[in-house]
């Protein structure tokens, strides 16, 4: 069973997809989100979560005082699991999109993102999502991506500043802070 940790909506049940996800434990998020709130990023922020699954980071998020939330998957199974997450729970500010992470689109801009892509995600795939998200991120943004603690850490592109990174069992979170090099664009 997942669940919301804390927040507002601490302890709603979520659904999800029978197969190809993973979601991220209670454990790391509670962890994770400890982290995210003593930075301040939580409150207030609009979040995106791309490879969303069931939700459980998004709606994290929401619970704990996020403006709006974005939960973009490509499944469909996954898609269905979301809306009904949202519908449930009558969350409000939650857009559910169906689209490829390197290829979604939308109209609104970000100030936090979790990437929780699939573990053998390859790393060009990985530099190819983030290279479409800046699109979309505010200066200064929070990107937040979870991999396997074996997957070896990711070239990340120049947009992006590693801040941090914690291991939790076998789960590696690394912290990016996004911000779009003055008088260049990335492909």
């Given at each position: 069973m997942t669940r919301i940790v804390a927040?507002?909506?601490?302890?709603?049940?979520?659904?999800v997809p029978a197969a190809g996800t993973r979601p991220t434990?209670?454990?790391?998020?509670?962890a994770l989100f400890s982290r995210l709130e003593s930075w301040d990023e939580v409150d207030g922020a609009r979040v995106l979560d791309l490879f969303a699954g069931s939700g459980a980071l998004g709606l994290e998020a929401l619970s704990r005082g996020s403006a709006s939330v974005t939960l973009v998957d490509n499944s469909a199974a996954a898609v269905k699991a979301l809306r009904s997450n949202v519908n449930k729970n009558g969350f409000?500010?939650?857009?559910?999109?169906?689209?490829?992470?390197?290829?979604?689109e939308t109209v609104h801009s970000f100030t936090l993102a979790f990437l929780d892509p699939p573990y053998n995600i390859d790393a060009g795939q990985l530099r190819n999502v983030l290279a479409h998200l800046q699109r979309f991120l505010e200066d200064d943004a929070l990107v937040v991506v979870e991999l396997s603690a074996r997957t070896p850490e990711p070239q990340w592109p120049v947009a992006y500043r590693r801040e941090s990174s914690r291991k939790w069992g076998e789960t590696m979170v690394w912290f990016l802070t996004f911000s779009m090099p003055t008088g260049s664009v990335e492909a």
């Open positions: 927040g507002a909506f601490g302890g709603r049940r979520l659904d434990s209670e454990r790391v998020r509670e409000s500010n939650v857009q559910v999109v169906r689209a490829d992470a390197a290829k979604f």
